[in-house]
Each structure stands twice: as C-alpha cells, then as structure tokens.
C-alpha cells in the first residue's frame, strides 16, 4: 500500500494501534463464559436428574478447568495482538524518507 504526501510516496502507512481485543480474543472469552455458566447450571441439571452426583463432580472440575484455560488464552492472545500492533506502529514511524522507503 502506498500514501503520497508533498511529491513523495511512502510505502509503509502508518498503523494505528487500539485498545480492542482481537476478535479470537472476544470469542476466546466467550466461550469461557458459557463454561462458566455451564458449571453454574449443574445442580439445576444434577435436580432435573440428568447428571448423577460422580457425573457432576467430573464435569463440574472440567468446566472450571476450561473456563481458566481459555479466559488465559483469550487474555494472552489480547496481549501478543497489542504487542504486534504496537511494534508495527513504531515500525511504521521510524520509516519515511531518510530509511529509503520513499520512491522519490
């Protein structure tokens, strides 16, 4: 992609770095919040008689196990995209004409 400012074309725009979380990231925790409401859900389950009490046990420590997991990942992905943007963001303004990235 190019950018044309007074005669010069630079190469490399600049990149703008937000605060948003990447959409994996979003979905990531999304998906740790259905976890975590599905462990919320289990006495109503276990009541309704469609969890036995060792079932309940089992998936009541694999859902909170799950939810950790993947609220970690969704905030470690967050942070490796703030980290990539920001790079590419310092990138961007330590070039211009005097690195040779213009076609002048």
Known sequence: MTQH???RT?????????AEPPTRSKVTAALAAVACAACCALPFLIAAGVLTGAGAALAQNLLLAMSGVLIAAAGLMWWLHRRRTARKAAAAGASGCASGTCAC
């Open 10 to 18: 630079h190469i490399n725009p600049p990149v703008e770095v937000t």
């Open 5 to 7: 400012t007074a005669g």
